[in-house]
């Protein structure tokens, strides 16, 4: 199973990013992918998941502003990030699992993880 993660980059506040998260060897269909993030010296913190049946689920921090999406012909997870902000700025990951629900911050429900691509929101 392989996830390769891009699309990171450098913004300044209030632009936006796509993220995406290409799978080999595992059907996006049939697993959750949760897009996470870690910024300096802090947690690795659940930002986004997406269910095989479609139901989305977000932290409070980017409700409203990121949108989780999924292509089932490329086999390819989305992450949309609009109206960025400094506190955006984190190493961003994509993992892919079948966490219950109550544990999808949880990074340890995760067998698969992509390597991960720096977000900059900066002015």
């Known amino acids: 199973v392989q996830l390769q993660a891009s699309g990171g980059g450098f913004v300044q506040p209030g632009g936006s990013l796509r993220l995406s998260c290409a799978a080999s060897?595992?059907?996006?269909?049939?697993?959750?992918v949760t897009w996470f993030r870690q910024a300096p010296g802090k947690e690795r913190e659940g930002v986004s998941h997406?269910?095989?049946?479609?139901?989305?689920w977000y932290s409070d921090s980017v409700k409203g502003r990121f949108t989780v999406s999924r292509d089932n012909a490329l086999n390819t997870a989305y992450l949309q990030m609009n109206s960025l902000e400094v506190d955006d700025t984190a190493v961003y990951y994509c993992?892919?699992?079948?966490?219950?629900?109550?544990?999808?911050?949880?990074?340890?429900?995760?067998?698969?993880w992509g390597q991960g691509t720096q977000v900059t929101v900066s002015s």
């Open positions: 993992a892919v699992g079948r966490p219950i629900l109550s544990s999808w911050r949880n990074p340890q429900s995760y067998s698969y």
């Open positions: 060897g595992v059907s996006l269909n049939s697993y959750g």
């Open positions: 997406r269910r095989s049946s479609g139901q989305t």
